[in-house]
């Protein structure tokens, strides 16, 4: 049984609930109202989708929607999809190593193979800690941040939520909600 947040904290940038029978603490750290409410209903969806394009990176979560795009890799996107295009990212473990990132070697298909091993889990939190940053926390204890590394780029990290709603976190620290 899935219990949704406990708690929606407008204005204060901090969403707090448990998921399921786990108990897990789920949280939106450092957003607006606008983009906790847009982000909220992905708590909990399981990761169905690893995707490393240089230099971006891509997670699906949820149930896996099939396209009919030729030449793709895989055959479906995520209900969500959350990443970046051309910021810098790494995945952490518990102990808060790098598995692997944005600057690994490229060519040896060295980060591929590292993505598909790793079991990310069920998505529990999204965070913000600077104006520069997002952090997203999973139940398997991995971790992903997405880093601002240019002053030209736009966007830093998207998520691409159902019904063509768009959220995106900007090198400005700004965080945007549209429609597609």
Not at 38 to 55: H, N, Q, S, T, Y
Not at 85 to 106: A, Q
Not at 155 to 169: A, G, L
Request: glycine share 12%.
């Amino acid at each position: 049984m899935r219990k949704q947040a406990t708690e929606l904290l407008p204005g204060q940038g901090c969403l707090k609930g448990t998921f399921g029978m786990d108990a897990l603490e789920m949280s939106l750290i450092g957003l607006d109202d606008e983009a906790q409410a847009a982000i909220l209903p992905m708590l909990g969806k399981e990761c169905c989708r690893v995707r490393f394009d240089v230099p971006g990176l891509s997670l699906g979560f949820g149930e896996k929607i099939p396209h009919n795009l030729p030449g793709l890799t895989f055959s479906y996107y995520g209900e969500w999809e959350i990443g970046t295009t051309f910021c810098g990212w790494r995945v952490l473990d518990k102990e808060s190593s790098i598995l692997c990132g944005s600057d690994d070697y490229h060519d040896s298909g060295y980060i591929e193979r590292i993505l598909t091993a790793i079991h990310f889990g069920r998505i529990i939190s999204i965070a913000n800690p600077t104006r520069l940053d997002v952090r997203v926390g999973l139940t398997s204890g991995i971790f992903v941040d997405f880093m601002t590394t240019s002053s030209t780029n736009g966007e830093c990290f998207h998520v691409f939520c159902p019904n063509s709603v768009y959220v995106e976190f900007t090198i400005g620290g700004v965080w945007r909600v549209g429609k597609i």
